[in-house]
């Protein structure tokens, strides 16, 4: 099952698979399958806004998956996901005051990211030196306990903040926490775009350290790997994919958690292959959850992060049953 | 140039945690293509000494130089390519095959864009085979039995191209068997590449059999340092290790043995009472030892000097009646030998062969008969009987039937003896 060949195989298909599904899922959407008529005005339309939201789909789940997968590495813990840091409730408190205090609409389109992105930082630093307690480096108990700590307190400001809402944010702020693709325009998406594919990449590069740092933070050091530096950029480079996927399409669950404990059951934990096909598959999984919630009950739309919590529970339970599976043991 | 041929050289290195000082004053220069072990009791600054030499643990004062360079102008990937580190154990929570550990060994190597080239490949494989894990690469490390995991290690050691190999207790959770072949890998490797290995081990045997020079380490200083026979001696030891250790070296490997003394119990059946050990040539060792641990004091003889079990005698604290090494039992040392018996309660033959040299020793026998004092004796001297006219069995025939009883085993001559209770005090 786990033959470096079927590594192989599983990973190259991915990679050859991903352009048909994206197709695919381009084709179908509320005003039912198929291309739509490209002479109107309408059908070009409703091809552009399906464009949008597929490669939103794909930014959001790639970047949430590869923001998981790093977290697991540097934490070595296979709970860890942006939820779990409390770097998602960070830029989701962020991206709630940006809309409810006004500014986003005052400074523009990149209020959100840029509130979202500072919010999470200041969440992570918190969370980080909290961990820290006077040593150098943080404990990865100390890390999960203040992330469970902090993210529980800014989902309290956040309900606060709904709360005393007026009742026209009030509809575009729980819309948001549902987790939603339509990004409000291009220019978002192409900044998030931007950030996300930049730390990817910036993160890809570390794979051979995230590798080595999976044997503890003391082996890594041996290995020649500059532990204290390593962890702190992947820190960083998770946050600033987080937050960009958050501040474009809201709290969407599972993403980061699931996929990379799929992908790496498949094709092994190698973080060379590991980090591209997590944000493959990541992509992949939100672009057909979206394309569900779009068809299922059309014109009804359910919010993806309703879809992404009913196929991703079941899954993860199946992973954790097949334990001596090639993926995290113990 | 002179300095390019040590290894490691520390020159007055201090370190410690807060104001607890760990390290003082450590001076020591490793020469290239060394096998060193250093020893010492918990505590000794052994693991730290190995922190700083790695750069994890800052210095406090003194300088350390690796081949020539000083540490701290060594960037993480350099240090990286002249030391390899094999902890006591390295667990992963994440699958990774044996493979993919061993390639990680080159992570300061690896290019950041591209594949591993194929001499980064060919490292792998060639330190694979090397450690004898190359069956078992597609397997998940976590798997593995401690003794493969631990070989996995020094394969991932191997992979980085180390000129300086620290072993960090690396063998303390292996089985004997598996403890002594990871010893080999190591020796091999530092004969056919020249590769210098420090050790750090709490078995003091294994480091005097594979090393040629040990370092012993006591309250962050250097107690001795030279050559096994040197370093591991009973007065060294039990001045740094306090307690009483005796190191003998074994007559059939001639490897040195270090054992602590054992202590009498004296909550145990035997306490009080004292027994008579008639043994030689290596027969008496385990019922001495037995004997002692039950708490019994007992006196041997006659013995030869140099022979083993006068060796364990002496350890245990046994007064003795000894006979020249080799020579036939004269009259001075049986009557000592009397003397003793007569202050025991019992007699106890032992599994010793008999020729003409020892038969007097079963003058003791019948003389503690004669007194009305119970005589043990192990079965089987049929078999070791080399006396003229086969002398030593019908005399024991005879002691038989005076009263001496013939035990199996050595289990089944302890639980004869005679127990130390309140009803059998008056009675001896």
């Known amino acids: ?330 | 140039m002179d300095r390019m041929k040590y290894a490691i050289e520390c020159r007055g290195v201090r370190a410690g945690y807060g104001r607890q000082m760990i390290l003082e004053d450590v001076n020591l220069a490793i020469p290239e293509g060394d096998l060193l072990a250093i020893l010492g009791p918990n505590g000794a600054g052994k693991s730290t000494f190995f922190k700083v030499l790695t750069g994890l643990h800052p210095l406090q004062a003194g300088e350390i130089s690796l081949f020539g360079h000083p540490l701290n102008r060594l960037s993480s990937a350099e240090r990286a390519r002249l030391i390899a580190v094999v902890p006591q154990e390295v667990e992963t929570p994440v699958a990774f095959s044996v493979a993919e550990i061993v390639l990680m060994g080159r992570t300061a190597i690896l290019p950041r864009w591209t594949q591993p080239s194929a001499h980064d490949f060919q490292v792998v494989d060639r330190a694979l085979v090397y450690t004898d894990v190359a069956g078992i690469k597609d397997r998940p490390f976590s798997d593995l039995s401690g003794g493969e995991k631990q070989r996995t290690i020094i394969a991932m050691a191997l992979a980085q191209e180390p000129r300086l190999i620290l072993m960090d207790e690396a063998t303390s959770h292996l089985d004997i068997n598996h403890r002594f072949e990871v010893m080999q890998i190591v020796e091999r490797l530092n004969q056919e590449s020249g590769v210098t290995v420090v050790m750090i081990s709490h078995d003091l045997g294994l480091a005097a059999d594979f090393c040629r020079r040990l370092v012993l380490f006591d309250h962050g200083r250097i107690a001795a340092d030279g050559v096994p026979a040197a370093v591991l001696t009973d007065e060294l030891l039990k001045s740094v290790y306090h307690c009483p250790i005796h190191v003998r070296q074994d007559s059939q490997t001639g490897t040195l043995n270090i054992q602590p003394a054992r202590r009498p119990n004296t909550s145990r059946a035997g306490r009080g009472i004292r027994v008579h050990v008639v043994a030689g040539g290596g027969a008496g060792e385990e019922l001495m030892r037995h004997l002692a641990l039950a708490g019994y004091s007992f006196s041997a003889g006659v013995l030869n000097r140099g022979d083993s079990d006068t060796q364990i005698a002496e350890t245990l604290g046994a007064e003795l009646a000894c006979e020249k090494p080799f020579s036939p039992i004269g009259p001075e040392a049986i009557q000592k030998a009397l003397t003793l018996a007569q202050a025991a309660q019992v007699v106890v033959l032992t599994d010793v062969p008999f020729g003409p040299g020892n038969l007097p020793n079963l003058d003791i026998l019948e003389d503690a008969l004669r007194r009305g004092h119970p005589v043990l004796a192990l079965a089987g001297i049929e078999s070791r009987d080399y006396s003229p006219g086969r002398t030593a069995s019908r005399r024991l025939e005879d002691l038989v039937k005076q009263g001496a009883l013939i035990c199996p085993t050595i289990a089944d001559l302890i639980a004869h003896l005679p127990a130390a209770s309140p009803s059998e005090k008056d009675n001896p």
């Open chain 1, 1 to 330: 099952m786990s033959t470096p060949r079927f590594k192989s195989w599983c990973f190259w298909g991915l990679v050859a698979g991903t352009l048909p599904i994206l197709v695919v899922c381009l084709l179908l959407g509320a005003s039912g399958a198929g291309l739509p008529d490209l002479q109107t005005p309408a059908g070009m339309a409703i091809l552009k806004l399906r464009l949008g939201r597929v490669l939103a789909g794909f930014i959001v789940g790639a970047g949430l998956a590869g923001s998981g997968v790093v977290l697991q590495a540097l934490l070595r813990n296979p709970l860890a996901e942006p939820y779990v840091l409390g770097v998602s409730s960070g830029a989701g408190l962020g991206a709630a005051l940006a809309i409810l205090t006004g500014l986003g609409a005052a400074i523009g389109v990149l209020a959100l990211p840029l509130f979202a992105f500072v919010m999470a930082c200041v969440t992570l630093t918190l969370v980080y030196f909290l961990a820290c307690r006077g040593a150098d480096e943080p404990s990865v108990y100390g890390l999960i306990l203040s992330g469970v700590i902090v993210s529980s307190i800014c989902s309290s400001l956040l309900m606060f903040m709904i709360s005393i809402a007026p009742l026209e944010g009030l509809h575009s702020i729980l819309w948001w926490m549902l987790g939603n693709l339509q990004a409000s325009s291009n220019n978002q998406l192409m900044i998030a775009g931007l950030l996300t594919t930049l730390s990817f990449f910036a993160v890809w590069s570390l794979a051979p350290q995230l590798n080595a740092l999976t044997l503890g933070t003391e082996m890594a050091h041996h290995l020649g790997v500059r532990t204290q530096r390593i962890v702190r950029i992947g820190l960083v480079l998770a946050t600033l994919m987080t937050a960009s996927c958050v501040a474009l399409s809201g709290l969407i669950g599972f993403v980061g958690l699931i996929v990379p404990h799929a992908m790496r059951s498949l094709m092994g934990p190698d973080h060379r292959r590991l980090l591209p096909a997590a944000a493959l598959g990541g992509g992949l999984f939100l672009v057909i959850c979206d394309a569900a919630a779009r068809t299922i009950l059309a014109p009804v739309e359910i919010p993806v992060g309703v879809i992404t919590a009913l196929l991703g529970g079941p899954f993860f339970l199946f992973i954790l049953r097949r334990k001596r599976g090639p993926g995290w043991i113990g």
